[in-house]
């Protein structure tokens, strides 16, 4: 078993050209924290996601106030400290002489991001466009579409509001048909198949549905709902902003034609920085949300045509990667479901107390939705955030509400163990008047 005493004793043996060495002596904790998942090799994920020797090195690599317990990691994540540093590195450099440091020297360099994203998803590098966000992923294939008066859209009523008041824009502008569908919270893999399949029509033109939606952490079954689109030759478009670097998974396993997702939320990456994946053949087709020459037409790079931006926030996505990967995308996974089941299977059961996302991996991890009977959420975050310093986001749907819980892999059993405490105070006693 790794621990935090053998860890040390590695390192003040180990020669001084060795990792393990250079990273001890110089304090280094993105280092201690990927030579960490040495110690743990040949374990289950499941086992190591309850080793606090080894998660403490990765919590060791973050840079977080300790006094909040920030559970919102949902929206944004903060970086670990390598990649903060990479980022003001090539920031500084890029401010020495713009012009030439970072058009010419730094910008060119984004090409090694670009090959790093499309290993990791399992596609061509030339099929990845670095963006700022999964927004504006989406928006370029939402908006990039040739479609006509009366084509229907066929999307969910818990798809991403950005992504929904897109769609009503194209509607408003041009008189297509947006048609959002109902979906039971939690639900099976089956029940969202039928779902789409009832609501499909010959006038069905496009499909688009969250890998996992953003409320709930509901995980749809992407593969099979691409393929019935695909049957029917519609377009399918989705959305996996809080999908990619959160369990593991490739293209392969999605087979999908357009995906977008935000690389600042699980991947912890800098803020601003997404990518967009468009399968190879459907490039041509599909116009960019900023205008490039016709030339481009063919070009991944054309959906990066967005003017003047930072060469630092895309560069240091390669440091964000080197983290994650070196944790391991199965125990970073496992890690997540452990903080979420420990808290949750606490209080489930406990009278008023609903669960809204799946205990079973295949259709939730580390982003869920807790509701209490009779109690207001938005009230119940005020009082975790005034009494325990506790953050968490409010979800307020016309079909279900409750609290959106998101720790990430620098969160401690301290803190889910004080929100578990909390949650349960309010099971028994309520809200103080």
Not at 47 to 63: H, S
Not at 96 to 103: E, G, K, L, N, R
Not at 221 to 231: D, M
Request: hydrophobic share 40%; glycine share 6%; proline share 5%.
């Amino acid at each position: 078993m790794y621990t935090r005493r053998s860890f040390l004793k590695r390192a003040s043996t180990a020669g001084a050209t060795g990792v393990i060495a250079a990273s001890f002596i110089s304090e280094n904790a993105i280092a201690r924290a990927l030579d960490a998942t040495r110690f743990v090799a040949g374990r289950t994920p499941d086992d190591v996601a309850m080793d606090e020797d080894f998660w403490l090195e990765i919590q060791r690599a973050f840079t977080v106030d300790r006094t909040l317990i920030n559970f919102n990691n949902g929206g944004v994540s903060p970086s670990p400290k390598v990649v903060q540093e990479a980022m003001r590195r090539y920031l500084e450099y890029s401010n020495s002489a713009p012009v030439y440091t970072m058009w010419r020297h730094l910008d060119p360099q984004i090409e090694s991001v670009r090959r790093r994203l499309a290993l990791n998803f399992g596609c061509d590098m030339e099929e990845i466009a670095i963006t700022r966000n999964a927004s504006e992923s989406l928006e370029n294939c939402q908006l990039g579409l040739d479609l006509k008066p009366g084509d229907e859209i066929l999307t969910t009523n818990q798809d991403y509001p950005r992504m929904l008041t897109t769609w009503r824009q194209r509607e408003r502008r041009e008189g297509i048909v947006v048609k959002k569908i109902s979906i039971p919270v939690p639900a099976t893999h089956d029940q969202i198949i039928e779902a789409f399949e009832k609501a499909i029509t010959p006038r069905t033109k496009v499909m688009h549905f969250c890998h996992i939606t953003n409320l709930s952490g509901q995980i749809y079954p992407v593969k099979r709902l691409v393929q019935i689109a695909r049957a029917r030759g519609i377009e399918a478009i989705v959305d996996g902003a809080h999908a990619y670097a959160h369990f593991p998974f490739k293209h392969a396993d999605l087979d999908c034609d357009y995906y977008g997702t935000s690389l600042h939320k699980w991947l912890t990456a800098p803020f601003g920085t997404g990518f967009l994946y468009v399968r190879k053949n459907k490039i041509p087709g599909l116009w960019s949300l900023m205008a490039s020459e016709e030339q481009n037409s063919a070009n991944i790079r054309k959906f990066e045509e967005i003017g003047t931006h930072p060469s630092a926030n895309a560069l240091a996505i390669n440091e964000a990667l080197d983290f994650h990967e070196g944790i391991g995308a199965e125990r970073k996974a496992a890690r997540l479901r452990y903080l979420f089941h420990r808290w949750a299977k606490r209080i489930d059961g406990q009278k008023g107390v609903k669960i809204l996302t799946s205990f079973d991996p295949k259709l939730g991890c580390g982003l869920t939705l807790v509701n209490i009977d009779g109690i207001d959420p938005i009230k119940l975050s005020g009082h975790l955030q005034s009494e325990y310093r506790i953050i968490t986001t409010v979800i307020k749907h016309p079909e279900f509400e409750g609290l959106r819980v998101t720790p990430n892999v620098y969160s401690t059993i301290r803190e889910v163990d004080i929100f578990a405490e909390a949650m349960e105070k309010v099971v028994k006693h309520g809200l103080p008047s």
